[in-house]
Each structure stands twice: as structure tokens, then as C-alpha cells.
């Protein structure tokens, strides 16, 4: 019997893990089981330029379907899995069909959080993870009129600023001190919010939701907590994501605020591996956390891949992402959010500029707006744990790449 590898969740991760898995010789069968109709695609456009630039889903595929025939992977779409059973090897699905498996991929990313279900069923109220999602809100927003978002963490923050593109009139509302607080820490989001406000969005931070009015089922305007009542034709609601731990659960894996995994991505079952937002995994810098970046994504489900085709397993590099907003490029590497002091190049530059927090002379993370060149050498700084001197690397006429040959 040749060997069968059952993928469930057929997006990013899932898909990287099979074209992975056959990129390293992997020659058993690949089922890629997903309960989304469409074609495993890109997440990141669907909170920017697919909102305000017409992109099509073809544009955000993946890959195309003659693709996944070619390399022999069963792709199952608009399919759930019910129940996984490693024990037995195999996977069930919502149909009554079984697929046979030796080993168990969980890709199950992650589940919007929802307002109280009062306010189910209320026109007007959006939220946004999925390609529907993105079409229907695209739909409203080209139509125009009063924007509220709810919670400015990265991806309210991306929509707040596309709706703005798209000529609403937009609010936001954060319930912590600025925008993106976990990514930015308080500096950088006390910018994150002044840059917003000078394009227009009027953002209200320290501030969250009370209540949601509305008048003949639908939307009218929003209650915060403080008291303010903010006029609303669309309500556009972004309070973070729950991972899809379900299927795990129950097949009795450990779970901790995600599925627990190794640094081989393997899960508490040896048979079972995981990859992507659904994961708490070992930190790059110590500890654990779950991560629900792209890039991390892909980097798990490469070494998913490396250890069931048992080739060498990927050197881990640190945590790395972006974001969009205006005319503005964010990207994060690490995390600055527990540095006490920043160190800044060109901070007079309001929309150029690099953030940086050492630790014992190593970089444990680093921001940089419109300045993705810096980026690249800061993370590899990063990645090889090379020590670099505060007064040094503070000083934007010496140029990064210089740390690299320290
Ligand atoms: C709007 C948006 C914008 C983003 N922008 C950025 C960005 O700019 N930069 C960045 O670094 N990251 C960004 N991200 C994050 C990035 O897209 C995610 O980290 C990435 O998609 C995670 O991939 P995943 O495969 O783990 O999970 P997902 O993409 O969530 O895929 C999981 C899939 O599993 C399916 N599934 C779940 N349970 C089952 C089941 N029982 N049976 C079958 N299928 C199942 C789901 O339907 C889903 O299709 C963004 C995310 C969103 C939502």
C-alpha cells in the first residue's frame, strides 16, 4: 500500500505543506481537504488592494487547479472533516466518506470572534477572514457611507484604511491605548495612530463597544463605551481570531490556546503534525506563541513537510510579517513590544523610519516603515543572533549591511 497523507484545511498552510511535501519526493498520496469551495488563495490582499483594486479570486489563487493535478494532489473542496483518527489512520468527512491516512496534517487556521448574539443578524455588521467575506464587504463599501471599525489591531487597521481609500467617512474604535499595541508597543503606536488620523480616520482609542442601534434590521450607529454615539451605515467588526482546535480536541491531542507542537511541528499524537495559525509552538525567542502571520504559515508547513519526507529539517528564522495601511509599509520582525527604549534611525522621517529593541546587543525586534531594505539585513541580524553596539546602529549614516561582517 503506498503511504497517504490527509491535509485538512486547504489554505495556506495546507497547500504549502503539499506542494512541499512533493517538492521533497514525498511519492504516497496527498489528500488537501478544505471546506472552502475556492481554490487555496492569499489571505493578505483581502483587507487591502482586493478591497480597493478590483482583484479577482483567480488573481489571489495559489495556484491553479491544472497545478494540483499535476502533482498529484487530491484536492478536496467544500468538504469538512468531521472526526480524525489516528489510531486508526484514518480521516473522516462530513459526507460519511473515510480517507486512509498514515499521517495527519492539521492546517485548521483560525475562527473569527464575534460580537454577543444580540446582534446577530443585524445588516450592516461585517467582519472579515474568508473570500466571501472580503466580496461582501468589498460590495458595501463601494456603495459608501458611515464606517465604523471595532478593534484596530492589524487587520482592522488595514480596513479602516482601505475604507478610507474607498471615500467613506471612517471611525475607529480600539478599546486599548493605540492602534496595533501588540505588534508596535506604545511608541509606535501612538504614530500608528497619528498617521491614521491625518488621513482622515478619526480613531478612538481607550474606547470600545457599548452598543449597536439599529432600525429595521439594519445598522444605524454605535454606542461606545464611552458614552459617545457614532452615526453608522456599516459596522466592520475585527476582535482577533480563535484557533481551530476542535478536530484535535477531541482526538485527545494536548492543546494550550492552539494545537501544542514541536519544533518538528509534530503534535502530542507522533502520527499527527500541525502547521500555521492553529499552532502554539516553541518561540524563536523562548516560550511559546502562536502566530498568525504568513510567513510563519509557510515556514511550519515546509517543516511539516521535512519531517514526514524525513529530509533535513529548515533552519528556524525569527517571526516575521507585514502590513499595508495608505501609503504605508509596516514590517515587523521579533517584537518590540516589550522594549523599554526604541532605538530609532531617521525617526524624523514620519513615513521612513526603522525601529529597533536590543537585548544584551542582540536584535529582539525591529519596525520598519517604508523601509523593506532594512528590513531584509535586520532580520538576518536577527536570524544569525549576530550582537550589534546601541550607538552604532543608531546612527542612519552607517549602513546596516556592515552588522552582517561584524
Ligand atoms: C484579511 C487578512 C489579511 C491578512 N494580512 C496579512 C498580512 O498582511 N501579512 C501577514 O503576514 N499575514 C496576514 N494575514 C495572516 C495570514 O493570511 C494567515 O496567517 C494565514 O492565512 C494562515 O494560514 P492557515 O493555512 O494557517 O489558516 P487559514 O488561512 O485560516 O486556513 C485554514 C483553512 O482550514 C479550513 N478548515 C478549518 N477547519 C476545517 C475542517 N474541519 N475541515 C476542512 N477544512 C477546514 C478553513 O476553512 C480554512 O480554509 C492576514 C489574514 C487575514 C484574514
Redesign the pocket.
Known sequence: MPKSVVI???????ACAAEELRDMGYEGEIHL????NALPY???????DFLYDGLTAEDISLRDNAFYSEKKINLVLG????SIHPDEGKVCLQNDTEIAADNIVL????KLNRLASEFDGIDGIYY???LED?IRLRDALTKGGDVVVVGMG??GA?VAASASKMGCKVTAIEYSSAPMLRCLGDDLGAWSKAMHEAEGVRVLTNTGLADVKHENGHVTAIETTTGEKIPATIVIVGIGVTP?V??AAAAGIELDNGIVVDMDARTSVSTVYA????TMQPGYYGGKVR???????REQARCVAASIAGEEQVKRRAPW????QFDVNIQIVGSVNDASDLIYRNRDGERSFTAIALEDSLIVGAVTVNRPQDMGVLRRIADRRIEVDAAKIADDQIQLRTFLSA
Open positions: 485538512v484545511g486547504a489554505n495556506l498552510a495546507g481537504v478544505g471546506e472552502e492569499e489571505r493578505p490582499p483581502l483587507s487591502k468538504s469538512r472533516v468531521t492546517c485548521t487556521g483560525a472579515l477572514r474568508d472580503s492589524v487587520i488595514e481551530n476542535e478536530l502547521a500555521g495559525d492553529v502566530l498568525e502571520t504568513y510567513d510563519n504559515a510579517y507585514w502590513t499595508d
